[in-house]
């Protein structure tokens, strides 16, 4: 889904990545809510569904959070390739695991400005967090259920091959960071990682009071999306 602003001139742009059994619109629409201020402000923006979730195609039984980057690459190039897009001033924003991928991909992709949302800083923890809340499958080979959805544990085995926290180092344009204070699945060492690694002379993080892992209420959902817009407004500003 691309959100294009009224004017037709070239415009920047923000590409959106889901979390972990996610989808383009996320939590109580966050990301359509989110989207349609940005286009209001002037901005565009893409959110897709990841391989194996949402309406894309393939079942999640075949996610990895390889593929989830490899997909995030292509995703970023083909909204770069929009004639409505500026290409040189497209930013990322990501929840949760797909903050993982954000932040992962900022520096290779050139973005000029990043925003993480209850992002994972240390995907290694996440097999143990899957042990405690999922069950095995019987006869599934390794195999785990989650939420209804079957995890396979080459999935559970890629998350240690990534590390956002070494992509961040290099990444310097501006970082926005936004945390739940009360997030039951990623505690606050994970946006305190982040906010270390990041090499951006420009850099904040911002806990938000009380808030759950998805920010689900209107007073969370809005402090969330009128500090991110402001910050893409302010920082995919035209060269020079």
């Known amino acids: 889904m691309i959100h294009r602003p009224a004017r037709r001139a070239r415009v920047p742009g923000v590409v959106f990545f889901h979390g972990f059994t996610g989808d383009r619109m996320e939590s109580h629409w966050l990301f359509v809510k989110c989207a349609r201020a940005l286009a209001s ?124 926290l070494q992509a961040l180092r290099r990444f310097k344009a501006p970082t926005l960071i936004i945390h739940p204070e009360k997030d039951e699945l990623l505690p606050l060492h994970h946006p305190e990682s982040l906010f270390r690694a990041a090499a951006a002379a420009c850099k904040e993080k911002v806990i938000v009071p009380g808030a759950d892992h998805t920010f689900n209420s209107l007073a969370w959902e809005r402090e969330l999306i009128e500090r991110s817009v402001s910050w893409f407004t302010t920082h995919l500003q035209p060269p020079g």
């Open 41 to 164: 402000e002037g901005l565009a923006s893409l959110r897709f569904d990841f391989y194996g979730s949402g309406e894309s195609d393939g079942s999640f039984r075949e996610v990895t959070l390889s593929g989830e980057l490899a997909d995030a690459r292509a995703a970023v190039a083909f909204f770069r390739r929009q004639p409505s897009v500026d290409p040189r001033r497209v930013a990322l924003l990501g929840l949760s695991m797909g903050g993982t991928i954000a932040a992962t991909l900022a520096a290779s992709c050139r973005a000029r400005a990043l925003v993480l949302w209850a992002a994972l800083a240390h995907p290694a923890e996440l097999r143990d967090l899957a042990e405690r809340t999922t069950r095995l499958i019987p006869g599934g080979k390794g195999a785990r259920e989650y939420g209804a959805h079957e995890v396979s544990p080459r999935f559970l085995d890629n998350l240690e091959k990534i590390d956002p």
